[in-house]
């Protein structure tokens, strides 16, 4: 099975027992970068999927909360050649796929040509980059596709629908359906109108659809588990490490 | 510059300058340019684009258009003449005098066309991001003007540097947020101002400020900047009876300097010249020269020079003016450079100072720090280049600079 065949199949596992799926994202090496491996197997071991994110200098559709873990990883010196190295290296990983979540520039400098080996390498399964529209992707979409990797694609509420079909069959993975305009971090409320663009998501996606920015806590997560395959949750699992709490336990009590 | 073109890849790019045949459909210059942004502001950028197709070139649009610049910025700006500068630099200069242009500089032409734009598409509010303050100021004044509410975003470096304009800005309506994120200057400003966007792609309209970021605006930007170049052109050939030899301007993100170069593009025997921010040194972070020292990559929405690490990572940068103090530049410059049509030469924070110096006291004329960069890059060029006909975009007045002036060249006077 190729790797992003594994993404999917996480998430319909999970969701086939009556519960999304629960997709959880990192700032790879923060707080501490000693600690990744074993943060990621904390996580992962609750987690249906992971998302390692990379960390940039110019995050420009996240807000303050990942702008602020991106920095202080930059500044402990993390870049993506030093997460594939960690990962290759690692002898424990979680079960969960792994995703990289990278602005472009990054995997630019890194070479296109190369990534997709080494990404693999390390047990990746996919990319999110969410400064890469699908008219901008064929390159990068081509080469990971070569290696049996997947490029997830986002739609959001402002998507026509014409334009979601073509973003929902062109997304590997699963489609990251964003609940709101808006940057990462900010609570949603999950009015009528938003459930409404859900369920017109899940209608016309061939893949599983993951909600994602602004998730924090259960009641969100029900309120959206009807039309939804899986949710994505970051900044709130970023200030939980940040305030050194227990990810695990976290993430657990979105589920329960 | 670090950009490798085959010559035959190279001859087909001249050719299709030659023809204008850029931005193409996908937003290109060439290798250049494009449209990376978060799928949140796609929508609103192909609905810009239909706004552009629609309005752009319209008539009445352009009526209404050049009646502001004519009536409210008071364009045509002159060309003057600089007799001293001239005889001191052997050569023949001319300076385009957009210092001239209400609210002190060109940023004036792109924000009043745009906010006009931004009207036609029914858009509730506009917001800008700025460095120097005077793409914030000509925002304010554009919207004040045509009774839209304006936010402006700006580091907070900036606003100690250029504080004058900060003041300017609010009396004009405008809300100013200052950005401490980031470097806390331009770049941050723009992230900042890419974030409000997101929040509001439908009824907000993005003003932005230079030849930068996602197609279609360093299009917009070009189109609207263009009156420079068009109008010294029609000058210099009615003083003169001829073309100049060199046109000069400085590059930020390169609104002035494609606005200058564009309608020069084809007169083969003017050879044009860019001047980046060369700062302290040429080592990473001692500069804002994108296309002298740095690489291909993606930033704020566009594949062109950046300066940045061998991990991608965008690098701080460093001049004394803060409207060039950027680490990217407009993707229509990177393919001029890597056709080499036109030449980019870096500045440093010192020879801009003392070209501002010497044109107050040779002409009368206080120039931005931005601006003075175009004139130390003229001078050196007219040194080795005797008997030179010379076009400089002095593309603003420095009375916004008195903050970093009286730290520096005002230091030890009085
Ligand atoms: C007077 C002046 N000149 C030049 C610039 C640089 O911008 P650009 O390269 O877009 O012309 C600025 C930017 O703030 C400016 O204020």
Same mark, same amino acid.
């Given at each position: ?58 995050? @420009? ?5 990942? =702008? ?26 979680? =079960?969960?796929?792994?995703?990289? @979540? ?61 334009? @979601? ?14 609940? @709101? ?76 | 510059?670090? %950009? ?23 937003? #290109? /210059?060439? +290798? ?14 192909? #609905? ?10 319209? +008539?009445? /649009? ?18 003057? /003449? ?34 006009? &734009? ?34 402006? %975003? ?106 200058? /170069? ?81 030449? %980019? ?7 801009? &100072? ?11 004329? &206080? ?12 001078? #050196? ?34």
């Amino acid at each position: 099975m190729p790797a992003r065949d594994s993404i999917s199949t996480a998430i319909r596992n999970r969701r086939a027992t009556g519960q999304p799926a629960l997709i959880a994202y990192i700032t790879a090496g923060f707080p501490k970068k000693e600690g990744f491996i074993q943060q990621l197997n904390a996580v992962g071991a609750v987690a249906d999927v992971v998302e390692v994110g990379v960390p940039f200098t110019d995050p @420009m559709a996240d807000g303050t909360t990942i =702008q602020r873990s991106s920095r202080a990883a930059l500044e402990q010196g993390v870049s993506l050649r030093w997460i594939l190295q960690e990962l290759t290296r690692a002898e424990v990983k979680p =079960q969960a796929p792994l995703l990289l @979540m990278s602005y472009l520039n990054p995997l630019l400098a890194y070479g296109i040509g190369k990534l997709p080996e080494d990404a693999a390498r390390a047990g990746i399964a996919g990319f999110i980059v969410p400064d890469l529209p699908f008219e901008e992707s064929h390159e990068l979409r081509n080469a990971l596709d070569a290696r049996g990797l997947a490029l997830v694609q986002f739609v959001t509420p402002v998507t026509p629908t014409e334009r @979601m079909q073509m973003l929902t069959a062109g997304s590997g993975g699963f489609i990251y359906a964003v609940t @709101m305009t808006g940057t990462t971090g900010k609570n949603v409320a999950v009015p009528e109108e938003v459930l409404q663009y859900f369920e017109r998501v899940k209608k016309i996606s061939p893949v599983p659809v993951c909600a994602g920015f602004g998730i924090r806590s259960r009641e969100q997560v029900q309120r959206l588990a009807p039309f939804i395959d899986g949710a994505i949750v970051g900044s709130a699992l970023v200030e939980v490490l940040e305030r050194g709490e227990d990810p695990a336990k976290f993430l657990r009590s979105l589920r329960e | 510059m670090k %950009y490798s073109l085959s010559k035959s890849e190279q001859q087909t790019l001249i050719a299709n300058v030659q023809q204008d045949a850029y931005p193409d459909e996908r937003g #290109r /210059f060439g +290798p250049f340019g494009g449209r990376y942004v978060p799928e949140t502001l796609v929508p609103a950028l192909n #609905r810009l684009q239909v706004g552009v197709d629609k309005y752009l070139h319209d +008539p009445e /649009f352009l009526r209404e258009f050049h009646d502001e610049l004519h009536n409210w910025v008071g364009r045509a700006t002159p060309l003057t /003449f600089a007799r001293t500068l001239s005889e001191k630099w052997g050569a023949e200069v001319w300076l385009k005098r957009e210092d001239l242009a209400h609210t002190g500089a060109h940023k004036i032409n792109n924000s009043i066309g745009q906010v006009l &734009l931004a009207k036609k598409l029914g858009a509730k509010r506009v917001i800008a991001e700025t460095g120097a303050g005077q793409h914030g100021v000509a925002s304010a004044a554009a919207c004040a003007r045509l009774g839209m509410p304006c936010t402006v %975003y700006m580091g907070s470096v900036d606003m100690e540097r250029q504080a004058p304009n900060v003041g300017r800005m609010k009396l004009l309506g405008a809300t100013v947020v200052p950005v401490t994120s980031g470097d806390k200057t331009l770049r941050a400003a723009v992230d900042e101002a890419l974030r409000d966007w997101v929040s509001d792609p439908n009824g907000t309209y993005y003003c932005l400020g230079s030849a930068i970021g996602p197609h279609p605006y360093p299009y917009i930007v070009r189109e609207l900047q263009s009156v420079i170049g068009r109008e010294a052109r029609v000058q210099i050939l009615e003083r003169t009876g001829k073309l100049p030899d060199l046109v000069v301007a400085c590059v930020g993100g390169g609104s002035n300097a494609i606005g200058m /170069f564009h309608p020069f593009v084809k007169d083969k025997d003017v050879q044009m010249l860019g001047l980046e921010a060369g700062g302290i040194g040429a080592g990473l972070g001692q500069n804002a020269a994108s296309i002298a020292y740095g690489t291909p990559g993606v930033l704020q929405g566009c594949f062109s020079l950046l300066l940045q690490d061998e991990n991608g990572q965008i690098q701080e940068t460093h001049s004394v003016s803060a409207g060039l103090d950027y680490p990217g530049v407009g993707p229509e410059h990177a393919l001029l450079a890597s056709i080499e049509r036109v030449k %980019y030469e870096a500045v440093n924070d010192d020879d801009a &100072l003392a070209a501002l110096a010497e044109c107050c006291a040779a002409e009368g004329i &206080l120039p931005a720090i931005e601006s003075s960069h175009a004139l130390a890059g003229a001078k #050196r060029y007219a040194l080795a280049n005797p008997g030179k006909r010379i076009l400089i975009a002095l593309s603003g007045r420095g009375d916004k600079d008195m903050p970093t002036l009286q730290r520096t060249l005002l230091k030890d006077v009085l």
